[in-house]
């Protein structure tokens, strides 16, 4: 079940890049705010009709739970809004990088201190080395496209 959960996440990942590039450069006909309202309305009419042929749940709970759990859909809307700004800017790699840093760096951050009801797994060498090691490939990354970007403006002139 481990190697199933791995294997959606890295589809999942794949998806999200794709995403990210077409949502970038769509952004530059239809607008940042736009294409992202596109995205979140398009999510929200499948997610209707899945809920109604396999959903299994509650969706009356989302009353019922902590007001502070429902900031996690404002959150989502964030990064991908912030995503859509920064692909076409610093293109695609750079952008999921940066997204995956940052992920590491809050997710170092709740495994240490058990917020959100979370395992508590304290910060180790390990764990420092491979925050230090991505942002390490972060600006390797982002050094790469920048230098990318100056030769095609030369070449361009």
Known sequence: MGLLMILFTLIGGIT?????SINGTFSRKAGTIETTFLTFLTGTMFLI???LFFGSGNVLALLEVPKWQL?????GTMYLLLTVVAVPRIGVIATNIAGIAGQLV?????????WFNSLVIELDMKRTFALLFMIISL????QGNKRSSEETQVQNT
């Not at 999200?16 to 990210?20: C, D, E, G, H, N």
Request: charged share 5%; no cysteine.
């Open 106 to 114: 809050i997710g170092l951050i709740i495994d240490h201190f058990g």
């Open 49 to 51: 009709i899945f809920i």
């Open 71 to 75: 900031s996690a859909a404002f959150l």
């Open 139 to 142: 600006y390797l990354i982002y």
């Open 16 to 20: 999200l890049s794709a995403q990210s």
